[in-house]
């Protein structure tokens, strides 16, 4: 409701929609102020992929928060070395300074300064159905006209070429492009996996025209794919590597990686006051140790698997496709998934949409094995009957 007469204290653009009020997660479970219990599909967008309330991230906060809760980069401190001595152990040695910020758009933000202030060039070339996030340079480079045309005129110099066309991603590089922007996955767009070779012929195009290449791994970083980075299973090894979602546990955190060349061509400034803040940092480090300790990668792996096996045989009548890598899949449907999305939800279980018709499963990477069987079997009840 708008108007005079719209209740006090709503959240902007939040007020015509009903939601569900969450006030409590357990494992790959969240309980609702009822005390009713749903199994997260979604991983809270995404962020949660070891749950919306871990025990061993609750308690590297706890500790910090009893000893710093802010700090500002201006200072050293050891939480944060260790959380970036802990990411970048886990990431290809190519890699070394890393701009830490808040969120995913922000970590895009990032990259896209660095990318223009590095080459001196102002162009950038990203995919269509690209997704990169929500402010001005971030959305530059998303593709949705809805979510572009209401904030014209956009950043200029944004240009969008087919996802996994090669061709066309050559010929629209030259020597003006500053950066190559795709992600490995596309996850908003509707779940499309990279062609082999087709981030092999990015990384190509970018060294031929002196552009830089960044991986937007915001959705599909830290195990979610079946490997700790996306990247990994191409190979390819960017110049920009853009992380948050899930990577502190649940915490906001954006991570703009890099290597030392590109660090050393960039003039000019940039700065966050909250990025890289002891609470992210102390959740990010608790986090990563768990993800490395529960090998949660071959978990995502296996249960990517068994969700691709498990919908081998349903119906053409309602399906199009179904695409993955790891837990990040995508379903695309025939019709419109909102009415799936609410009978999935009657059931127990809340899942995402990508897109108007492809339902979208990410689930917490420590889902049960129980629990994931009895989503995927919600799943094909829905559609099979839905
Ligand atoms: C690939 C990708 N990049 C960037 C973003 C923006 O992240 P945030 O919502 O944290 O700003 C998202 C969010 O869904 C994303 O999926």
Redesign the pocket.
Known sequence: MTGPDAPRGTEFGTSSRPRLSIVRADGARLIDARGRSFVDLGAT???GSLGAAHPAVAAALAEQAAQLIHLGSGYANPVREEFLRRLLGLLPPEFGPVFLSN??????EAALKIARSATGRPKVVAAMR??????FG?LSATWRREFREPFEPLVPEFVHVPYNDPVALEAAVDDRTALILL?PV???GGVHVAAPGYLGAARGAADRSGALLAF?????GVARTGRMFALEHWNVVPDLL?L??SLAGGM?I?ATVTTAEVERRFRGSHHSTFGGNPLACAAGAAALDVVVRERLAERAARLGRVALERFGGLPEARLREVRGLGLLIGVELRTPVAPFLAALQERGFLALSAGSTVLRLLPPLVISDEEWSAGLDAVVEVLQHG
């Open positions: 967008h995404g962020a969120s995913g758009t922000e970590a895009v690209g997704f990169h996030g929500r402010t971030a992600e596309q996850g908003e937007d791994e915001v959705q599909t853009i948050a979602k906001p954006g």
